[in-house]
């Protein structure tokens, strides 16, 4: 079946049916729009996706862009909330076993990943004023001074490099005003929300401007843990951030930023979600008896005992380890642009520094199953070189970039089990160096040319801190043992002894070395090359193809559970993407309408996978990923809009390794956090009301079909399609100097999951979810001056 045909099969369904009755054509999603005195209209969008500033119906690659008020208007305040107006996104703030309330999982068109450590990379690059964010935690960001966004799908590998094999996320800060100004607004809510957030710009001289932001966060959190009390999911976050940006000379200019955040909060908002109906037990060492219930149990034995009884809801748990979610995050960057008669010179350079804990009760009982805490550090330093120009007329644009980036983080993973105490923490040591270029050359007035091509090499290095904290027994196989003896340690060379018939369990002392405490490392390297024609149909029709490859780096594993020879790394993914497309402007510019149609080769997938009770990086085999985008913004009169987006996708394995399909994963499964719709929908309406100001009732409506969170598809936290309704009410004064907003989200109090973990068929036998927030409502006051 074709692709043509696998997305006409979809939308026989009633559900497309209806979506298909009232989504017009396709385009961006509100970016360019904008709602004043005089109503809607579609401006021009000026996007930097080729790192070079371009109107968007110019950039010949899949963009959706937004501005701060776009997003704003859409009630759209932190970066995982851009699932719901961006098709074939996937971004979710809770990382499985992450236990942190700013950890995320990122996918674009199917690629991402969901391991959060630091020994493995994410599939999406997220990037604020041309700076890479290497780390996971930490990407889910609340927007403020914020001056746009732009979620660039498919590989990215020539421009950004870095881990974009997915796609990239870049946010634009808002730069200095050149008059003394400013804004403050406070925003109440549901959970005892009050936000709060302000901004003073003030220029020095004609050439000298600063500006400086601050803002907290504060609510309530919304899962309860029952026998303490703890509220999980609170927000509770401040931080700020200054600019200055300087016109050294007529053509040197010089801008420099630096930000603080710190999130103090109680636990991510987990839940219970079952445990494994069978039986384990090793109750000689004091473990814990798992089953489907305790009630025939001896007596001596049901105080250590876990069942279903422990379901306390979506929005309750019976955990009791001690639960955290700190970050703490600063970084600056100095950005110097200095314009040559023939070309000119950019040097960004940056540096970043976080700390974060994430402590969970991922069995959410008041019994020990399995606890983790995490206590990370990373820092970061980047410098690129940019040197681009033009030629030929203005025929020509080409760009040459330099890049280096390294970082050092440490991971302190503490890991209480049923049967005893374990470290699986490490040290990581990252460099990358790279080298590309890309050029434009204008074949005709209406032919367009872009080459381009990205040398990288990675260096990782990785130093194993892993060791039993107590006594501690973990499985073996026959293998692992020297008969009646025991069991003979990989490296030390010491026999232990173990339980079970045959000897299929082991029991080590406190102090026993998983691995040896030593730095192992591997470097990788690969070019990527991306070849794009677009062709200007007319003056509002433009054309495109593209072929574009993106490269992640493999890496170690750093979550064991027994001791090894070495701790295993896994190898490099890759992608390739053929891509067509068209920007449009069309009925006199009231409707700007965008698509794209691509199919990816995805290679080498590193994807986790549970052996034992421990999620481990393979690298999986073949898949192939086809699909479709198409967004819109309709302004059929200046009182109306109309914007919205669908995106298919259809994600097939082709291969798969034996170890995968060892483990339970068939070709015929889905891919992991790949809806095959996705789709928004919203509409406003401007009343002019004269010298009473503006208001502007405005619905939003997404859609997400049915997704599964992990590699096997098991259905216990698994999410099936769902809508979601917002509805706002926003008031500008005729000055457009005060803004009232009132809102609800969720209108409907659907019920669903954003991330799901689960062991039930392995020893550890727990399964753990968490369901988004219901229905919440907002008051919001904003003044600028």
Same mark, same amino acid.
Request: aromatic share 10%.
């Given at each position: 079946?074709?692709?043509?045909?696998? =997305?006409?099969?979809?939308?026989?369904?009633?559900?497309?049916?209806?979506?298909?009755?009232? &989504?017009?054509?396709?385009?961006?999603?509100?970016?360019?729009?904008?709602?004043?005195?005089?109503?809607?209209?579609?401006?021009?969008?000026?996007?930097?996706?080729?790192?070079?500033?371009?109107?968007?119906?110019?950039?010949?690659?899949?963009?959706?862009?937004?501005?701060?008020?776009?997003?704003?208007?859409?009630?759209?305040?932190?970066?995982?909330?851009?699932?719901?107006?961006?098709?074939?996104?996937?971004?979710?703030?809770?990382?499985? %076993?992450?236990?942190?309330?700013?950890? %995320?999982?990122?996918?674009?068109?199917?690629?991402?990943?969901?391991?959060?450590?630091?020994?493995?990379?994410?599939?999406?690059? &997220?990037?604020?004023?041309?700076?890479?964010?290497?780390?996971?935690?930490?990407?889910?960001?609340?927007?403020?001074?914020?001056?746009?966004? *732009? /979620?660039?799908?498919?590989?990215?590998?020539? &421009?950004?490099?870095?881990?974009?094999? !997915?796609?990239? #996320?870049?946010?634009?800060?808002?730069?200095?005003?050149?008059?003394?100004?400013?804004?403050?607004?406070?925003?109440?809510?549901?959970?005892?929300?009050?936000?709060?957030?302000?901004?003073?710009?003030?220029?020095?001289?004609?050439?000298?401007?600063?500006?400086?932001?601050?803002?907290?966060?504060?609510?309530?959190?919304?899962?309860?843990?029952?026998?303490?009390?703890?509220?999980?999911?609170?927000?509770?976050?401040?931080?700020?951030?200054?600019?200055?940006?300087?016109?050294?000379?007529?053509?040197?200019?010089?801008?420099?930023? @630096?930000?603080?955040?710190?999130?103090?909060?109680? !636990?991510?908002?987990?839940? =219970?979600?079952?445990?494994?109906?069978?039986?384990?037990?090793?109750?000689?060492?004091?473990?814990?008896?798992? !089953?489907?219930?305790?009630?025939?149990?001896?007596?001596?034995?049901?105080?250590?005992?876990?069942?279903?009884?422990?379901?306390?809801?979506?929005?309750?748990?019976?955990?009791?380890?001690?639960?955290?979610?700190?970050?703490?995050?600063?970084?600056?960057?100095?950005?110097?642009?200095?314009?040559?008669?023939?070309?000119? /010179?950019?040097?960004?350079?940056?540096?970043?520094?976080?700390?974060?804990?994430?402590?969970?009760?991922?069995?959410?009982?008041?019994?020990?199953?399995?606890?983790?805490?995490?206590?990370?550090?990373?820092?970061?330093?980047?410098?690129? +070189?940019?040197?681009?120009?033009?030629?030929?007329?203005?025929?020509?644009?080409?760009?040459?970039?330099?890049?280096? =980036?390294?970082?050092?983080?440490?991971?302190?993973?503490?890991?209480?089990?049923?049967?005893?105490?374990?470290?699986?923490?490490?040290?990581?040591?990252?460099?990358?160096?790279?080298?590309?270029?890309?050029?434009?050359?204008?074949?005709?007035?209406?032919?367009?040319?872009?080459?381009?091509?990205?040398?990288?090499?990675?260096?990782?290095?990785?130093?194993?801190?892993? =060791?039993?904290?107590?006594?501690?027994?973990?499985?073996?196989?026959?293998?692992?043992?020297?008969?009646?003896?025991?069991?003979?340690?990989?490296?030390?060379?010491?026999?232990?002894?173990?339980?079970?018939?045959?000897?299929?369990?082991?029991?080590?002392?406190?102090?026993?070395? +998983?691995?040896?405490?030593?730095?192992?490392?591997?470097?990788?390297?690969?070019?990527?090359?991306?070849?794009?024609?677009?062709?200007?149909?007319?003056?509002?029709?433009?054309?495109?193809?593209?072929?574009?490859?993106?490269?992640?780096?493999?890496?170690?594993?750093?979550?064991?559970?027994?001791?090894?020879? @070495?701790?295993?790394?896994?190898?490099?993914?890759?992608?390739?993407?053929?891509?067509?497309?068209?920007?449009? *402007?069309?009925?006199?510019?009231?409707?700007?309408?965008?698509?794209?149609?691509?199919?990816?080769?995805?290679?080498?997938?590193?994807?986790?996978?549970?052996?034992?009770?421990?999620?481990?990086?393979?690298?999986?085999?073949? @898949?192939?990923?086809?699909?479709?985008? &198409?967004?819109?913004?309709?302004?059929?009169?200046?009182?109306?809009?109309?914007?919205?987006?669908?995106?298919?996708?259809?994600?097939?394995?082709?291969?798969?390794?034996?170890?995968?399909?060892?483990?339970?994963?068939?070709?015929?499964?889905?891919?992991?956090?790949?809806?095959?719709?996705?789709?928004?929908?919203?509409?406003?309406?401007?009343?002019?009301?004269?010298?009473?100001?503006? #208001?502007?009732?405005?619905?939003?409506?997404?859609?997400?079909?049915?997704?599964?969170?992990?590699?096997?598809? %098991?259905?216990?936290?698994?999410?099936?399609?769902?809508? #979601?309704?917002?509805? %706002?009410?926003?008031?500008?004064?005729?000055?457009?100097?005060?803004?009232?907003?009132?809102?609800?989200?969720?209108?409907?109090?659907?019920?669903?999951?954003?991330?799901?973990?689960?062991?039930?068929?392995?020893?550890?036998?727990?399964?753990?979810?968490?369901? @988004?927030?219901?229905?919440?409502?907002?008051?919001?006051?904003?003044?600028? +001056?």
């Amino acid at each position: 079946m074709t692709l043509l045909q696998k =997305f006409d099969a979809l939308g026989r369904s009633s559900r497309v049916a209806t979506l298909s009755s009232v &989504l017009i054509p396709a385009m961006l999603p509100v970016a360019g729009v904008q709602a004043a005195k005089t109503g809607f209209a579609i401006e021009e969008v000026v996007v930097t996706a080729r790192k070079r500033e371009e109107s968007l119906q110019d950039t010949p690659i899949s963009v959706a862009a937004f501005t701060a008020d776009d997003l704003s208007n859409r009630q759209i305040d932190s970066s995982d909330q851009l699932t719901q107006v961006t098709p074939n996104l996937s971004f979710s703030s809770h990382a499985p %076993s992450a236990g942190n309330n700013a950890s %995320s999982q990122i996918f674009i068109r199917g690629i991402g990943q969901t391991e959060f450590l630091p020994s493995t990379d994410p599939g999406v690059g &997220l990037y604020i004023d041309e700076v890479y964010m290497a780390r996971s935690v930490g990407a889910t960001l609340n927007f403020v001074d914020l001056a746009q966004i *732009e /979620i660039l799908r498919g590989p990215q590998g020539t &421009l950004f490099g870095r881990n974009t094999i !997915g796609g990239a #996320i870049n946010l634009t800060t808002r730069r200095p005003a050149e008059e003394f100004g400013g804004s403050l607004e406070v925003k109440l809510g549901t959970d005892d929300r009050l936000d709060v957030q302000a901004s003073l710009d003030m220029p020095i001289s004609d050439t000298l401007r600063t500006a400086v932001s601050v803002g907290s966060r504060k609510r309530d959190g919304y899962v309860t843990r029952v026998l303490d009390g703890t509220d999980l999911g609170n927000d509770d976050s401040m931080g700020g951030r200054v600019a200055l940006e300087w016109n050294a000379t007529n053509n040197i200019e010089v801008y420099f930023a @630096a930000d603080y955040v710190k999130e103090e909060e109680n !636990g991510a908002p987990i839940s =219970f979600n079952g445990l494994a109906p069978n039986l384990f037990a090793n109750l000689a060492a004091g473990g814990v008896l798992v !089953g489907s219930g305790c009630g025939g149990l001896d007596p001596s034995l049901q105080a250590r005992c876990a069942s279903r009884d422990w379901d306390a809801g979506p929005y309750a748990n019976y955990g009791t380890f001690a639960v955290d979610s700190y970050f703490e995050s600063w970084g600056s960057s100095l950005t110097v642009k200095w314009d040559l008669e023939a070309f000119s /010179i950019k040097s960004i350079t940056a540096y970043r520094d976080m700390e974060w804990t994430g402590s969970r009760d991922a069995d959410n009982t008041p019994l020990t199953i399995l606890h983790t805490r995490n206590d990370d550090t990373q820092d970061q330093f980047s410098q690129e +070189f940019q040197f681009s120009g033009t030629g030929f007329d203005d025929r020509l644009n080409w760009l040459l970039g330099l890049y280096y =980036f390294e970082e050092s983080a440490s991971d302190d993973y503490f890991v209480p089990v049923a049967v005893g105490t374990f470290n699986s923490g490490g040290l990581v040591e990252n460099d990358s160096k790279a080298v590309f270029g890309q050029l434009s050359y204008d074949l005709t007035h209406d032919l367009s040319l872009t080459l381009g091509l990205r040398w990288t090499e990675e260096n990782k290095a990785f130093k194993p801190l892993q =060791f039993a904290e107590t006594q501690y027994l973990f499985p073996i196989t026959p293998g692992e043992s020297d008969g009646l003896a025991g069991y003979v340690h990989p490296f030390d060379g010491n026999t232990y002894p173990t339980l079970g018939g045959g000897g299929t369990t082991a029991i080590v002392p406190a102090g026993t070395l +998983f691995f040896p405490q030593v730095w192992q490392d591997e470097t990788y390297s690969d070019t990527t090359p991306m070849v794009n024609l677009s062709y200007q149909l007319d003056e509002d029709i433009m054309l495109y193809a593209s072929y574009s490859e993106g490269f992640k780096s493999g890496g170690f594993n750093a979550r064991n559970i027994k001791p090894g020879a @070495a701790v295993r790394s896994f190898e490099p993914e890759t992608a390739e993407t053929f891509e067509l497309g068209f920007k449009a *402007e069309l009925f006199d510019n009231t409707l700007r309408l965008n698509g794209a149609i691509f199919t990816t080769d995805y290679t080498d997938l590193q994807f986790v996978i549970r052996e034992d009770f421990a999620p481990i990086i393979f690298n999986a085999g073949e @898949a192939q990923i086809d699909g479709v985008e &198409l967004e819109w913004t309709w302004v059929p009169t200046p009182d109306i809009q109309v914007v919205g987006g669908i995106g298919f996708v259809d994600a097939e394995y082709k291969e798969l390794s034996d170890v995968l399909q060892s483990g339970g994963v068939s070709l015929n499964n889905d891919m992991p956090h790949v809806p095959k719709l996705s789709a928004n929908l919203g509409v406003a309406y401007s009343f002019n009301l004269g010298d009473a100001g503006v #208001i502007t009732p405005r619905i939003d409506w997404s859609y997400r079909d049915d997704v599964v969170f992990d590699a096997l598809n %098991s259905e216990e936290i698994a999410q099936e399609a769902y809508d #979601i309704v917002n509805a %706002s009410l926003i008031w500008d004064s005729p000055s457009e100097s005060w803004r009232v907003a009132a809102s609800v989200s969720n209108v409907t109090d659907e019920l669903y999951r954003l991330a799901g973990n689960t062991a039930i068929r392995e020893a550890s036998s727990y399964s753990e979810v968490t369901y @988004a927030r219901g229905r919440e409502w907002s008051l919001s006051l904003k003044y600028l +001056f």
